[in-house]
């Protein structure tokens, strides 16, 4: 049975390699450099041919999810107050807490209410299933096509990036339901023999009958050395009692 590595499916794109850089003529500002970036992104898209089948590729390279947490009980108990209004479903208004409005002018609290657009913004009744819907089946799924994803949680201390991330017993979070997802797609698709071997850091290669025969002597020695040395050492412990 050969390997089951199809390497046009599982290509993971290099956006590095891919792009030429430009030459640089003479001083450049932030404008300039803005555009150049653009410029380079849009020519990955089109020359790697990976738009259609991408989530992100239609939303943008980085998407930024904000998830608001309902207040704890303690935050309850101390009547702690709701600084964040969801406006739609990408973005909401930031006000500052009543009790310093006595403090400023009118003109400087207006000017504190400050608005913030993300690709997504989930508010405090959001179960940990409905965020994992909404944020991480997608790029899960992309990743089990081959691209590449990262996902990473960012926030204040007390913001709820552990819970989001890993969640509770009872109600999990993102990083066991991808395992989940993971591990559910590979099931049956497991190739059982023994005859692969890692080479060079992502690549394997498919071992002869020979080649496989003299791996399991290798492995057999060092199993062997190890309980050796196993030995001497528990023999080096029981020498100090
Ligand atoms: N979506 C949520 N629903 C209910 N409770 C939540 C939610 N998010 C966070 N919490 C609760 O808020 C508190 C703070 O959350 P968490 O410990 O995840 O914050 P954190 O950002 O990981 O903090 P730190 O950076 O200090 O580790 C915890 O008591 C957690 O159970």
């Not at 499916?9 to 803005?34: H, M, W």
């Not at 009118?106 to 179960?127: D, N």
């Amino acid at each position: 049975m050969e390997p089951a590595l199809d390497k046009e499916k599982f290509f993971r794109p290099s956006y590095i390699a891919s792009v030429e850089l430009p030459q640089r003529t003479g001083p450049v500002n932030v404008e300039d450099i803005k555009a150049d970036l653009s410029d380079e992104f849009s020519l990955v898209s089109s020359s790697s041919d990976i738009s259609q089948r991408s989530s992100l590729e239609s939303k943008g390279h980085i998407q930024v999810c904000l998830r608001i947490r309902p207040f704890t009980s303690l935050e309850k108990e101390n009547e702690s107050q709701d600084c964040v209004s969801l406006e739609d479903s990408t973005s909401i208004i930031l006000k500052p807490p009543k009790n310093s409005l006595s403090r400023l002018s009118e003109k400087t609290a207006g000017q504190l209410i400050q608005k913030f657009t993300f690709s997504r913004v989930f508010g405090p009744e959001t179960t940990q299933e409905e965020f994992f819907e909404g944020t991480m089946k997608q790029p899960v799924q992309d990743f089990l096509e081959g691209y590449n994803r990262l996902v990473f949680t960012y926030g204040v201390t007390n913001a709820g990036k552990t819970y989001t991330f890993q969640g509770t017993e009872d109600d999990v979070g993102i990083l066991p339901r991808t395992m989940d997802m993971l591990f559910k797609s590979i099931q049956g698709k497991l190739y059982t023999a023994m005859d692969l071997k890692p080479h060079r850091c992502r690549d394997y290669i498919k071992l002869t009958k020979d080649q496989v025969r003299e791996e399991t002597s290798i492995k057999n020695a060092i199993l062997r050395l190890t309980k050796e040395v196993r030995g001497v050492i528990m023999l080096n412990l029981q020498s100090y009692f």
